[in-house]
Every structure is written in C-alpha cells, then in structure tokens.
C-alpha cells in the first residue's frame, strides 16, 4: 500500500510539474513595401540610408514611377561584390506593383549572382491573361548585407519594359533611370 501511494505521489508530482505553458503563435513580419511618391517617369533604387556599416542588412527597393499598360519586364542590377553581398535568393523579394495573387496568370524569374554582383529579373503576366498594372509601385526589394568598408553602387545595368503586345511601354526612351550610391563605414 505504500508502494502504491508513493507512486501516485510521484506520479501527482510529476505531471503537475509538466505544465504546458500555451505557445504564442509566430508573428511573421510584413514587409515594408513603402516608397515616397514622385511625379517623375523612373524606374529608381531607392534605400532608407545611403550611411550604411558593415554587417547591418538593408533593403533597396525597385519601384516604377508613373508607367503605363506595364505587361512584363526585364531588369539586370549591379552591385559591388567586394562591398556588398546578398546571402541568398530569399533576400530578393517580388513587391506589389505586379499583382502576383493569382500564380496561375504571372511568371517570375529570379537570378542571383553574387560572384558576379548581378541580380536578374524577369516578371511577366501570362499571355491572354487581360492583365496590365499601371502607376507607380516597387516591383522587387533587395536585402543586401555589406560585408567590407568604402564607397559604392548599386545600379540598374538593364532595363526594358513593355506592353501586351511586345512593345516597349509608351514613352519608354524618356524615362529616367536612377541608380544609388552609398557609403560603407
């Protein structure tokens, strides 16, 4: 009998000191796809701090300013490979200016190059889809890390951008294409 008590103190004792504490859910973090208005016709890099350190991520946005009938694009970036880098694909991040919630009616093409100190993109609604954006909006935000001191760039190298008929987007030849410089300490 007293075997079995003990037991059943133990046992008492034991599963009161498992307490489950109720978990928290995750809080995933949205991200900032903000940008400042212009009435410019650009395509614009733009970043939150041109006075960056080493070690300390920051984004740089792709935004369209002001565009038209905007069916697909293609855009290269280059950056200094000795001053920044980008750990992995997942830093590159498709914004909102392409509505991209039916998966079945855009194509996304994603390159990464560190080596090279490239970024490619390709977006693209589908053929037949009916769909355009129009405005302004960024179209992909960039996480870099720089990974060493000195002054450098990020510039768009390549830029086309056209309309569901192949064509460059009205008044393509004008538009202003704007790059960054920054400062690492």
């Keep these: ?17 498992k307490k489950e504490t109720p978990t928290q859910p995750t809080e995933v973090k949205q991200e900032d796809f903000s940008f400042p208005s212009s009435t410019r016709f650009a395509v614009s890099l733009i ?22 009938e905007v069916f697909g694009s293609a855009i290269e970036i280059l950056y200094d490979n000795n001053l920044l880098s980008i750990p992995n694909q997942s830093k590159l991040l498709i914004g909102s200016f392409f509505n991209i919630e039916d998966t079945t009616k855009i194509l996304i093409f994603k390159k990464l190059e560190n080596i090279f100190g490239r970024v490619s993109l390709g977006i693209s609604y589908v053929r037949n889809s009916g769909l355009v954006s129009s405005g302004s909006g960024v179209v992909l935000k960039i996480k870099f890390t720089p ?10 190298n390549k830029c086309e ?10 008044n393509f030849s004008n538009i202003q294409i704007d790059s960054l410089q920054i400062s690492i300490k």
């Design 47 to 68: 970043t939150n701090s041109t006075n960056l350190n080493v070690g300390n991520e920051f984004d740089t946005k792709l935004v369209f300013y002001n565009v038209q």
């Design 161 to 170: 951008i056209r309309k569901s008929d192949g064509n460059f987007i009205n």
């Design 1 to 17: 009998m007293k075997r079995i008590i003990i037991l059943v103190t133990i046992l008492a004792l034991f599963i009161s000191c």
């Design 147 to 156: 990974i060493a001191r000195g002054d450098t760039w990020i510039k768009i």
